[in-house]
């Protein structure tokens, strides 16, 4: 132990903080714990779901594989008994009327079917549909031409193909054919895999939350507060008693209290006695009783009159995890809420014009809208009001329009529900980022906000991939359900376990005036900045990635697990790239150069789509994608602040960040509009050259700021006058 | 009305008491009027109530076609007073209870609550002045099926884009239903070619008219000849399904006689169990739940049946759709 006092002024009431050695000391100690927990939980989930998946690839062989063959015994049966009645009625099997029709019905109904057909006797196909006709034609002859044939499977040609003879008036007139593509079955099994994995990947990132949120309530919070308490107490200041705790830790608590008190007491009555013999000797003999009691007790500090001050603490954690809960539940829906939307509209009689893709775009633009405009609001609430109210009641919030979104039957519904859903969003995410503010110092900000970032990005990366498992198993009404519980979930965690700092000191931040967005809009950088990065990175957000990846994939036959998949990859290459992020950009024109850059690749990962669009290219264009906004992200947002010196010396960073925010948002707001405007005029190929193209030329047109960079630094600095026009 | 539990509970136990004792609760008397001798109406009459445990005493009165027998029946019923009367047909109906704007107390039976069934149009015949609660002492079941849902049974066994008709002129309800099939066919995008039957001097309609039409509309190439509620039409069906199989045209129909008994290939019915249920379902309201039957429905049953006949399917070699085949009844099926 350093010696000294170890008493620091803190951000949030406690006056008993660490110093930073020993902060780096113990944060170091708990990674390692936590890591060690969480590479343990690794090894043996890893090594028992990979163990797992290959019984149950061995079962699927064994048991579920034959399952999908026998699809088509099934479906040959029932069109068997249904052939067999016509022809008994009277219908020769030649004259079958409708049968294109009612063998469809069949192929909807059973997708791992690929054909079914009706030969004559001969052979010769008489009725058939489905894209493989691989018709095994060694059909022994009947045993007895009446009642019904039973159903024999030949696999022949990559096919199971199910057949048996029909009869009509004693005679064999022809004969079904069923089958089913061992490809079909193939790709069956790969979905298994697929899904296994994604299940267990989002099964280890919340382990991990989960472990990480355990940790910090059940051990790492009482220990540091112990921990606290001893330093106080070997520091000479007995003014701080522990609150309750859970277990073995409460008795710890509850023998150092006891400690305390009775310190307090015993000093305390030395003192009276002290000031007793002083008072009524005031000869020598008080003089050595004060001097005797001086030396004796050293720097020491006791209850204020007020009475004991119990050590205040909490961890971010506490945020954390309700936040991951929360973001994963958005995310859940992204694979297929535009196809949820498009299958939910119904135009209006009266209204033509506006396609079930284009209605899918105006809830996304209203979240965003909604999200947008209430973030200034919230953030002013819940300075004045709490974190934790905000959270929760955010949280609530959000799970009532999910809940609702569950039940809707037309597009008016759901932009209720979906726009109630935004209110909580913006909630929810103010919330988070005053907590972080109120409990961190200005010097680790950044370190406790990459907590926050990573607790989004874990849930950008499980929401679309689980989600996407989730529609195709349970369908999508119920995967909302399952949404605004996870989200309720998180409001409870937060309810439970988030604590306000008592008195944060915060900074109440005030609504930004038209005054401040004047004085804002003559910044020409910063402007800059907005129009040609900021804005098209969010437009691409969330006209590409929410809206039109999901509406192409669904165009193209995939399966929203698949879409869930190719989202995910958004946030895996975030989560790569973030760590470098923050090194690249260290000087103002190291910042420019990376968003430009930034900027452009996001264009070319759209552009590039113009020549090839299939499920493969979109996993690259969206991987690329979350790669080069991830790598703008922080510069970003060192650039507001390094832009527009002056105005926040002015208005104070808050208000020019706010500001910035909220007219970046408007571009998450037009993104959808304008994607589903183009998509609906041009079609995919050419939306995405000519939206690809522009945000090509958007980072073009940035990177022109380094020259005027270059200028100004020779002249004298980045904090020149910038109140004209940028280049 | 007070506890109609309670007089659930106690129908029930005279149900289960009734064979064994006489002295036990004197049991409703029900008095049916049929009009040509009993049908599967009264058999799904008496089937609801059976399967209800409620027991009532049943007394037929049949006129056999005869109307003439009507007024006396009517006057046996007024001199018996039954706890409820059952009738069958549009004439027992309106022999029973007259036209709502024109009841004669002296004649009509206007103190014991009527059911009437198998009456297919009550608002045209003039029983009721609209569907729904009449605010009579009656309620009934139409065994009429919508003509919008016989229009798309006919779309959905083949393509219907002309739709010929052939209706005695001197039938109100035949010529109403022609009206409303014009007006359909403008809704629905098809064509209709109505052709009424000539008529005598007497202002009768000539049965040897009938095959004519059928001649001249299967040279106008209808896709199906339609019959609807036309008691004259029902009564030639044999020559009209006749004449039209000849020439190779289809007879589509909205009641059971003609799929069922001549050579119209399909029908979209309401079958007289069914018809027969709703009616005792009706009588059970009145007289165990003591609703006043004013106030309940006039109505139609609300679900059909679809029967093809195979007989005339082969005979014009024009098979029903496989996807039709799933829900139709197939009669005639033998070769």
Redesign the interface.
């Known amino acids: 132990m350093p010696e000294g006092p170890t008493t620091v002024i803190s951000q949030f009431g406690s006056e008993l903080e660490l110093d930073e050695r020993q902060e780096a000391q113990l944060t170091r100690y708990w990674k390692a714990f936590v890591g060690r927990l969480f590479l343990m939980t690794l090894a043996f989930t890893v090594v028992a779901v990979a163990a797992l998946s290959w019984l149950a690839l061995g079962e699927f062989q064994r048991r579920l594989a034959p399952e999908f063959r026998s699809q088509s015994v099934v479906v040959a049966h029932a069109v068997q008994s249904q052939l067999q009645r016509a022809l008994g009625a009277g219908v020769p099997i030649e004259a079958l009327v409708g049968m294109d029709d009612y063998l469809d019905t069949f192929l909807r109904a059973n997708p791992f079917i690929s054909y079914i057909a009706v030969t004559d006797a001969s052979g010769r196909l008489l009725f058939g549909r489905g894209p493989g006709h691989a018709i095994a034609p060694g059909l022994p002859p009947p045993a007895a031409a009446s009642g019904t044939a039973p159903i024999r499977t030949v696999e022949a040609e990559g096919y199971v193909d199910a057949a048996a003879w029909l009869f009509d008036a004693g005679a064999a007139v022809g004969r079904l054919h069923a089958g089913v593509a061992e490809s079909t079955i193939r790709q069956q099994s790969h979905d298994i895999v697929f899904d296994v994995a994604i299940v267990t990947l989002v099964a280890l990132l919340v382990a991990f939350e989960f472990i990480v949120f355990t940790v910090a309530a059940w051990v790492r919070l009482p220990t540091t507060r112990v921990t606290r308490m001893l330093a106080a107490g070997t520091a000479g200041d007995f003014s701080w008693l522990l609150p309750g705790a859970p277990g073995e830790f409460g008795r710890v608590a509850a023998q150092l209290n006891a400690a305390t008190l009775r310190i307090n007491r015993q000093v305390g009555r030395l003192r009276a006695a002290v000031a007793e013999r002083s008072r009524t000797d005031a000869g020598g003999a008080g003089a050595r009783a004060r001097a005797i009691a001086t030396a004796a007790e050293g720097p020491l500090s006791l209850f204020t009159p007020a009475g004991a001050r119990e050590i205040w603490d909490t961890s971010l954690v506490f945020a954390r995890t309700p936040l991951f809960l929360f973001v994963l539940a958005q995310e859940m829906c992204r694979p297929f809420f535009p196809n949820f939307v498009a299958s939910v509209y119904e135009p209006p009689p009266g209204l033509p014009g506006l396609s079930a893709n284009a209605a899918a775009s105006l809830p996304i633009a209203l979240a965003m809208l909604v999200a947008a405009l209430l973030t200034p609001v919230s953030g002013v609430w819940s300075d004045r009001v709490g974190r934790r109210p905000i959270f929760v009641g955010g949280a609530l919030v959000a799970a009532a329009g999910l809940a609702l979104t569950a039940g809707v039957d037309g597009l008016g519904a759901l932009l209720a529900s979906w726009g109630l859903g935004a209110v909580g969003y913006g909630m929810v995410f103010i919330a988070c980022q005053g907590y972080v503010v109120d409990h961190s110092r200005p010097a680790r900000r950044a370190q406790a906000l990459a907590v926050y970032l990573g607790a989004i990005v874990a849930g950008d990366i499980c929401g679309p991939a689980i989600g996407g498992v989730l529609a195709d198993r349970l369908g999508w009404r119920p995967t909302f359900v399952v949404a605004a519980g996870l989200t309720l979930l998180g409001a409870a965690l937060a309810w439970r376990h988030m604590r306000d700092a008592p008195d944060a000191g915060r900074e109440l931040r005030r609504l930004p005036k038209w005054r401040d967005l004047g004085m804002l809009a003559r910044n020409g950088r910063l402007i800059w900045l907005l129009a040609f990065a900021s804005v098209p990175g969010k437009v691409l957000l969330t006209g590409f990635l929410f809206y039109l990846v999901p509406i192409h994939l669904a165009g193209l036959g995939e399966s929203q697990a698949v879409a869930g998949r190719v989202l995910m990859c958004y946030g895996v290459a975030a989560l790569l790239v973030t760590p470098l992020a923050g090194r690249l950009a260290r000087t103002p024109r190291a910042a420019i150069a990376t968003v430009g850059l930034a900027t452009l690749l996001q264009g070319l990962s759209v552009l590039l789509l113009a020549w090839r669009a299939d499920t493969v290219a979109l996993v690259g264009a969206v991987a690329l994608f979350g790669l080069a906004q991830a790598l703008a992200l922080s510069p970003q947002a060192a650039l507001v602040t390094e832009l527009a010196a002056r105005e926040s010396a002015v208005l104070g960073t808050a208000t020019v960040l706010g500001v910035y925010r909220l007219v970046e948002r408007l571009g998450t707001v037009v993104g959808p509009l304008l994607l589903a405007a183009l998509l609906a005029a041009l079609q995919a190929e050419r939306t995405f050259a000519l939206v690809g193209a522009g945000v090509v030329g958007c980072g073009a047109l940035f990177l022109l700021l380094l020259r005027r960079e270059r200028r100004s630094h020779r002249r004298g600095g980045p904090a020149a006058p910038s109140s004209e026009a940028a280049p | 009305m007070r506890s109609p539990t309670r007089r659930r509970v106690l129908q029930a136990a005279a149900a289960l008491a009734a064979p064994a004792a006489g002295a036990a609760p004197r049991r409703p008397r029900i008095w049916q009027l049929l009009f040509r001798g009993e049908t599967e109406a009264e058999q799904g009459f008496r089937d609801y109530l059976a399967e209800r445990r409620y027991a009532v005493d049943l007394v037929v009165r049949d006129i056999d076609r005869d109307r003439r027998r009507l007024p006396g029946l009517v006057a046996e019923i007024r001199a018996e007073r039954p706890d409820l009367v059952y009738t069958w047909g549009t004439p027992n109906a309106l022999a029973v209870i007259g036209r709502h704007d024109a009841v004669d107390p002296a004649r009509h039976v206007t103190d014991i609550p009527v059911v009437f069934a198998m009456v297919s149009d009550p608002v045209g015949a003039g029983l009721v002045p609209a569907w729904g609660g009449s605010g009579r002492n009656a309620t009934g079941v139409s065994n009429s099926v919508p003509l919008d849902a016989q229009v798309k049974a006919m779309g959905a066994y083949r393509p219907l884009r002309r739709l010929g008709v052939v209706y005695s002129p001197v039938e109100p309800n035949s010529v109403a239903n022609v009206e409303s099939l014009r007006h359909l066919a403008r809704r629905m995008g098809f064509e209709t070619l109505a052709r009424a039957v000539r008529l005598d001097a007497r202002r009768e309609p000539v049965a040897a008219d009938v095959p004519v039409r059928v001649g001249e509309l299967a040279a106008a190439g209808v896709d199906w000849i339609y019959i609807g509620p036309d008691t004259f039409i029902g009564d030639q069906r044999a020559a009209l399904t006749g004449r039209a199989i000849e020439l190779g045209v289809p007879v589509f129909t909205g009641t059971e006689l003609e799929v069922r008994s001549s050579d119209a290939l399909c029908g979209l019915v309401a079958r007289y169990h069914t018809v027969g249920q709703l009616a005792a379902h009706k009588a059970l309201q009145i007289l165990q739940d003591g609703v006043p039957p004013g106030r309940i429905p006039v109505e139609r049953i609300g679900s059909y049946g679809l029967v093809v006949n195979?007989r005339a399917?082969?005979a014009l070699?024009l098979?029903?759709?496989?996807?039709?085949?799933?829900y139709a009844e197939?009669i005639n099926?033998g070769?």
């Open positions: 195979m399917a082969r070699s098979y029903p759709p496989m996807l039709l085949l799933n197939l099926t070769g």
